[in-house]
């Protein structure tokens, strides 16, 4: 009954269609929305400064002035 398209597998739309929930948006899908999130929150760790800097430059012209 649910498998509207009769293709053997029920897809996110036809399974919200089949339960009858009229207040979630049947183009909406969970595992888009949830990796969306992880690559906002990716981007944003990724746009933060590096929090050893300083740490990082001193322990590179250590390095550098040995060769």
Do not use: T
């Amino acid at each position: 009954m649910a498998d509207v398209d009769k293709d053997g597998a029920i897809s996110y739309k036809e399974f919200i269609n089949a339960l009858q929930i009229h207040d979630l948006d049947p183009a909406y899908n969970p595992v888009m929305e949830a990796r969306e999130r992880g690559l906002k929150r990716l981007h944003d760790r990724v746009q933060q400064p590096f929090k050893f800097q300083k740490e990082y430059d001193a322990f590179y012209a250590k390095v550098k002035r040995r060769q």
